[in-house]
């Protein structure tokens, strides 16, 4: 693993409205070291969709600054930081976004179909590889409103790996499926992860789906509260420390920079 940190926030704050102000993030300051599984977690309205999209490059902070691969992204224009985001991250939503009208191939390709561009031999073939790796060999063809729900956040997932993202960013990834198929999908992405490497970024409201991070981090009114390793302290003190009440920011933010 690189020593230099892939992702780093420093200072973050995200203001949304003019006349009347609200704050959603307060002096973000944070580090991700290159291929961890991190998930944010918090109750809702706490920021951690917030500070996806803004590691995402969906949306910029209103101050501070976010590096990934030392790049400094409030430097990128909004062209370049598109073209970033098409190359460097892939991502997987609760609600996956999937066009009706095309088939499930067609789903994982959108990007060149929706800009009018034929896709090279070997993207095509990777798109079939990846419907493949996540189970859907016999259904490339199928039209997206013949799967299941469970297939359908698969293809999602499938269209997220195509360009090899170094950088995964799943926001609640099974929050609309039943418990077996979330199941499912999250022993998929953990599958994918160990293969290829990558670093993934994950909110959610499941305790069982963040017992399985390799970090976690809480956010309690747009401040970073709480910080874990559940694989260095173990489940049971993981827990004890997630269901405490306290909340040392000094501390966190100390220890997250």
Request: charged share 25%; proline share 4%; net charge neutral.
């Amino acid at each position: 693993m690189d020593n230099l940190p892939l992702i780093e926030l420093s200072k973050v704050n995200k203001i949304y409205g003019k006349l009347v102000k609200s704050q959603i993030l307060f002096d973000i300051t944070m580090t991700v070291p290159s291929g961890q599984f991190l998930v944010l977690i918090g109750p809702s309205g706490s920021g951690k969709s917030t500070l996806l999209n803004i590691i995402g490059a969906l949306d910029r902070p209103t101050t501070g600054e976010v590096f990934i691969q030392g790049k400094n992204l409030g430097k990128f224009s909004d062209e370049e930081l598109a073209r970033f985001r098409n190359q460097f991250i892939g991502f997987i939503f609760q609600f996956h976004y999937l066009l009706p009208e095309f088939n499930a191939l067609e789903n994982v390709l959108v990007s060149y179909w929706i800009h009018s561009l034929k896709p090279s031999k070997e993207i095509l073939e990777r798109a079939m590889y990846l419907l493949e790796q996540v189970g859907l060999k016999d259904s490339v063809r199928k039209r997206i409103n013949l799967l299941s729900g469970g297939q359908q956040q698969r293809v999602a997932i499938a269209r997220a790996l195509l360009n090899s993202p170094q950088l995964i960013l799943a926001d609640e990834p099974t929050g609309a499926l039943d418990t077996k198929t979330g199941e499912q999908v999250l022993e998929l992405l953990a599958q994918i992860r160990q293969e290829s490497k990558m670093t993934m970024i994950m909110v959610t409201h499941n305790r069982e789906v963040a017992l399985r991070a390799d970090r976690i981090i809480e956010l309690i009114d747009g401040k970073l509260c709480k910080e874990v390793y559940p694989k260095t302290v173990g489940l049971h003190e993981t827990i004890k420390i997630l269901e405490s009440h306290s909340c040392n920011l000094e501390d966190a933010e100390s220890s997250l920079s």
